[in-house]
């Protein structure tokens, strides 16, 4: 009995205990309290394993034993049955090959007539590239006026480079655009193409490469902010070990990148030079309040995982009856989104007035919980950002845009860790800004920046950045 008793008190202790519970087992007898104080000890035993077990997974991940199972698909992928299959068309042969016919049958040895038809078989494979060096015979000449010798250019190649454009493309496209690291890099061009190159020359060649697209980048930079709609995002960077934050800031064609020291409003004042004329689109981070620009528009998805979050840990009556009131009014204002070619201007004027009067009466009472007070807070500094997207056909509700385009950037943090100097930090927002420009125009990312260095060999300077797609033949 007093055994069962025991067990029956051992729920009302805890890890740690607290000085009432202490207190109660100095008052038990002398069996009973080993009993609790030996179960007490299995407890902490097995808590400390599994704290040293969870010492080696980073902070804010979940450790892959705690996460739970994943949830089935509700549907199947791909198409619905009926679409209308999909299929590049047939490449255009390059060269012929005609097969000798069969004298006996490959499976029973028997003797076959002869042909009687034919099929027509298309095989794609990759021809090992061969290195080139070829040697360029330049005449020299001496110019009376300047009084030196001078030589036409060599297109070719940047002025004292080794090696030409396309392996300087190529290398800085496999990094920079899409994230094949340095190692993986150098191996991919010693064993494929076979061409020795070291780390420290392939590094002053991207950094060359920065310099002279230096000019693009800045003319991308003027790109997003002359445009209708901009998304920005920003997410943590290391550089030579020191915090940094990579900033984000993309429209449909065109996305910049920046490397910056802070993450608050020295970063945006050195991008945002003077106030932006169109929406922009971003999270709630509090930063982004310091940006003087015509409207904004608060990402609603992260509002619903905000909901959604608190949802799993509070119990409190007033906190879900406000959670669903605030949810049913989102999802219905993006339905009149949805639905708005349905109406006529004065129903869509009369509907949008009355979310907005739906959000000012679940914010006009402040709450006693703390949960629903701060996010009456949030909804009263974003008042006038919540639905833009209704106003305005082309801004989203969401800030979807800003997180895809930041996503390759956050694979190469995890591939390459960052960068080892500001030099190379520079490099890095540059170089991954061009290529991922090239790819939002749908511009072929080795053809264009061998053009372009081509012209500025010939010229002394780019040209200007194409803003639309060129044609592969």
Known sequence: MQKQAGQQELHDFTIPLTREQAKAILAMEEEEAIFILMDLSKK?????KKQTVQGSTPSGMVPPYEKPPKRGRKKKPGAKKGHQGKRRPSPEPTREEEHSPLKTCPECGTQ??????????????????????????????????????????????????????????????????????????????????????????????????????????EQIGEDVKESGVLHADETGWRESGKTRWLWCFTTKQATYYMIHQSRGSPALSKFFTETFNGTLVTDFWGAYGKVTS???????????????KVDETSASPAWAAFSRKLGRLLRDALRLQARRNEFDEKTFI???????????????KQSRNDDVARIQK????????????????DVPADNNHAEREIRPAVIMRKNSYCNRSERGANTQ??????????????????????????????????PPLPAESISDS
């Open 350 to 364: 009369r509907r949008r007035s009355r979310i907005t009067k739906r959000l000012d009466g679940m914010v006009r």
């Open 112 to 217: 076959v007539s002869e042909p009687s038809e034919r099929r027509f078989r298309l095989i794609e494979d990759i021809v090992v590239p061969e290195v080139e060096v070829v040697k360029h015979s330049i005449p020299r000449q001496w110019c009376p006026c300047c009084q030196k010798l001078v030589e036409p250019p060599v297109a070719d190649a940047l002025p004292g480079a080794t090696f030409g454009h396309r392996l300087m493309a190529l290398t800085c496209w496999l990094h920079y655009g899409i994230g094949v690291t340095m190692s993986m890099v150098l191996a991919m061009v010693s064993y494929h193409l076979q061409f020795e190159l070291s780390v420290g020359g392939l590094v002053d060649a991207w950094h060359r490469m920065a310099e002279v697209f230096y000019q693009w980048y």
């Open 378 to 393: 949030r909804l009263i500094r974003y008042h006038d950002a919540m639905f833009t997207f209704l106003d305005h056909p």
């Open 44 to 48: 902490l035993a097995a808590f400390q």
């Open 429 to 462: 927002a540059i170089m991954m800004s061009i290529y991922r420009t090239l790819k939002l125009r749908g511009l072929h990312p080795l053809r264009t920046i061998e053009n372009a260095l081509r012209t500025y060999v010939l010229t002394g300077s780019l």
């Open 294 to 308: 015509a409207s904004r528009q608060a990402c609603l998805p992260h509002l619903f995982r905000e909901l959604a």
